[in-house]
């Protein structure tokens, strides 16, 4: 059996997708999977025992045709993917059976049963949601207790709470905890003012790795931290699925719908105002109360609740 798979656009709903990939792999017998999709989810998943093949697409529409073309025959097709360049690559894929994701079809519910139910109206099953799964390369376990920062979020800057507020949990946690910093090559800067504010703190047992990680490195060393602080975003999926202790700062965006899926040790940590969730990019009414209004106090207070 040859399954032709698309992985969502982003790293962390490619995460949220795994239990229902999952599902596929349990109904069908003797599968082989192609993954194709955007750099990061490939990445993130091409480890998988099942995977044969992996392609990262182009996003000119004219190279679609002579991938297609290359890829063979499948079986079946499955899209996470619902836009316009999807759906005309799904008419371009040879596979006897093609399935597409419609979000509008989905509504109200976390995104992990969004694309679970997908996979279970296009095969007409009734499989539950498991757990998020990744295959890494080489976790190893830190020998000193580490807490991971991941300031950034590709979504865009309202879902980013401020580099000195997490410098100041970072400080609070030094005595007890080693640092990591996360980010990738567009979050240097943001990286930067954490690292120059815990040096005026006086802490030295920090690392920065914004921009200097591959997204299997990112994988395998969120995998070994004690307890990771985030916002909403791709990293935050990652550390879900080797459940580690997590603490994520929501502001615009949906806790019910993006939130850790299956993880007992998270704690979300929003104010709840009446503009929440907007869904923007950027504040709408330029005042980013719902991260502004976050302290550091209420991020050390959620780290002892999950201690």
Not at 93 to 121: C, M, P, T
């Amino acid at each position: 059996m040859k399954v032709l798979i698309e992985l969502p656009t982003w790293l962390g709903d490619a995460v949220m997708s795994t239990p229902a990939i999952e599902n596929i792999v349990n109904f069908y017998n003797d599968l082989e999977i192609t993954f194709i999709g955007s750099f990061a989810p490939i990445e993130a998943l091409k480890k998988h025992p099942k995977v044969v093949k992996t392609l990262v697409l182009d996003k000119k529409y004219i190279s679609l045709y002579g991938v297609s073309r290359n890829l063979g025959n499948f079986d079946v097709f499955f899209s996470f993917r619902g836009s316009v360049r999807s759906k005309f690559l799904k008419f371009l894929i040879s596979a006897k059976k093609k399935y597409q994701f419609d979000k509008n079809k989905y509504q109200n519910r976390h995104q992990v049963e969004k694309y679970n139910g997908f996979v279970n109206d296009s095969l007409n099953t009734n499989f539950p949601a498991g757990k998020l799964t990744l295959s890494t390369i080489n976790h190893q376990p830190s020998t000193n207790k580490t807490v991971g920062l991941n300031p950034g979020a590709s979504y865009g800057s309202a879902k980013r709470w401020y580099p000195r507020e997490f410098a100041k949990v970072a400080s609070e946690l030094s005595a007890e905890y080693d640092i990591v910093i996360f980010g990738g090559p567009s979050e240097t800067d943001i990286a930067g003012d954490i690292v120059r504010t815990l040096i005026d703190r006086g802490v030295k047992n920090y690392k920065n790795l914004a921009g200097n990680t591959t997204i299997t490195e990112l994988i395998n060393k969120i995998a070994s931290l004690d307890l990771f602080i985030t916002g909403d975003s791709g990293p935050m999926h990652v550390a879900a699925a080797f459940q580690v202790p997590t603490v994520a700062i929501f502001g615009p965006t949906k806790d019910k719908e993006t939130s850790q899926w299956m993880n007992k040790k998270s704690i979300i940590v929003k104010k709840n105002l009446d503009c929440q969730p907007c869904m923007k990019r950027t504040c709408p009414l330029q005042h980013h109360n719902c991260m502004n209004l976050i302290k550091a106090v209420d991020v050390l207070n959620a780290v002892s609740g999950i201690k």
